[in-house]
């Protein structure tokens, strides 16, 4: 049964700050929560795989981690681990007890996991890390996935929420180090 209004009726209140200042609701329609979902499913990579376990520690109040996230696991049959206001380097031992192999996170979460001695070994079973919200500075981005073959992607869009943007592609190789970035 398709939604009422063509897929035009409020399906959900999301918050944010866009690129800085207060929280405020943006609201997002079926069709562009769905769109959202869509996108992140047609990515040059594969972004979450049925055998994927994504390590959830976004907000679902945020269209990161509602549609670009959970939307994505959801549409794949993947599994998701939900995290509920914890401590991000808390969680840095979810992803090997959890055997995750996906984790969105913002430039934040990665800096903090940078900054543990333990972050390359608990790390070690990733096939594909995101960074969004801003740019992934690059020492962070060495330090956290240098030591494995993965990609690494970073997904910094416009303020509209119901956007995503794939903006490179970084995939670093475990035995030369090289990096390539895709456009």
Same mark, same amino acid.
């Given at each position: 049964?398709?939604?009422?209004?063509?897929? &035009?009726?409020?399906?959900?209140?999301?918050?944010?700050?866009? *690129?800085?200042?207060?929280? !405020?609701?943006?609201?997002? *329609?079926?069709?562009?929560?769905?769109?959202?979902?869509?996108? /992140?499913?047609?990515?040059?990579?594969?972004?979450?795989? *049925?055998?994927?376990?994504?390590?959830?520690?976004?907000?679902?109040?945020?269209?990161?981690?509602?549609?670009?996230?959970?939307?994505?696991?959801?549409?794949?049959?993947?599994?998701?681990?939900?995290?509920?206001? /914890?401590? +991000?380097?808390? #969680?840095?031992?979810?992803? =090997?007890?959890?055997?995750? *192999?996906?984790?969105?996170? $913002?430039?934040?979460?990665?800096?903090?996991?940078?900054?543990?001695? @333990?972050? +390359?070994?608990?790390?070690?079973?990733?096939?594909? #890390?995101?960074?969004?919200?801003? $740019?992934?500075? =690059?020492?962070?981005?060495?330090?956290?996935?240098?030591?494995?073959?993965?990609?690494?992607?970073? @997904?910094?869009?416009?303020?509209?929420? &119901?956007?995503?943007?794939? &903006? !490179?592609?970084?995939?670093?190789?475990? /035995?030369?180090?090289?990096?390539?970035? &895709?456009?």
């Amino acid at each position: 049964v398709p939604p009422p209004e063509g897929g &035009e009726s409020l399906a959900v209140v999301i918050y944010t700050s866009g *690129t800085g200042g207060d929280a !405020k609701g943006a609201m997002l *329609t079926h069709r562009a929560l769905i769109a959202n979902v869509e996108q /992140v499913a047609s990515a040059q990579i594969s972004v979450v795989d *049925t055998d994927d376990v994504v390590l959830v520690l976004l907000p679902l109040t945020h269209v990161y981690g509602l549609a670009g996230t959970l939307g994505a696991v959801a549409r794949a049959a993947a599994t998701a681990v939900l995290v509920d206001g /914890v401590d +991000v380097v808390r #969680a840095l031992p979810l992803v =090997p007890q959890y055997g995750i *192999t996906n984790v969105p996170g $913002a430039p934040a979460l990665w800096a903090a996991w940078a900054a543990s001695s @333990d972050a +390359v070994d608990m790390l070690d079973g990733l096939r594909i #890390a995101f960074s969004g919200s801003a $740019a992934l500075p =690059p020492e962070v981005q060495h330090r956290v996935h240098m030591p494995r073959d993965m990609d690494v992607v970073g @997904d910094v869009g416009p303020d509209e929420p &119901e956007a995503t943007v794939f &903006e !490179k592609v970084f995939h670093i190789d475990r /035995v030369t180090g090289a990096e390539v970035v &895709e456009a």
